[in-house]
């Protein structure tokens, strides 16, 4: 299984991005009942988690993306996805798709994302 990250970049403020992560290799019925999230990571910090989506469908956002992000998946691609709008300068930072199967935690690869004021 890899998980393959796209669609960073480097915006201006106020302008949005939507990553996307697609799950190569994992089988449907296991893509289905696992949990997604989106992580971020900034220079000289620790990882944080930005949003995650259980197999349940229940969303859970960090304090700081509430109201500007949104998470959400597509089963029949196995992809799941952030919509990032309204972006900030402090939105700077590597960010991380995982998923997390009953055994098996997967992470992708990184994708970078810029926010210049």
């Known amino acids: 299984v890899q998980l393959q990250a796209s669609g960073g970049g480097s915006v201006q403020a106020g302008e949005s991005l939507k990553l996307s992560c697609a799950a190569r290799?994992?089988?449907?019925?296991?893509?289905?009942?696992?949990?997604m999230g989106w992580y971020r990571q900034a220079p000289g910090k620790q990882r944080e988690l930005v949003a995650d989506?259980?197999?349940?469908?229940?969303?859970n956002y960090g304090d700081s993306v509430k109201g500007r992000f949104t998470i959400s998946k597509n089963n029949s691609r196995k992809t799941v996805y952030l919509q990032m709008n309204s972006l900030e300068p402090e939105d700077t930072a590597v960010y991380y798709c995982n998923v997390q199967t009953g055994s098996r935690d997967y992470w992708g690869q990184g994708t970078q994302v810029t926010v210049s004021s």
């Open positions: 989506l259980s197999s349940g469908g229940s969303m």
């Open positions: 290799g994992m089988i449907w019925s296991t893509f289905t009942s696992s949990r």
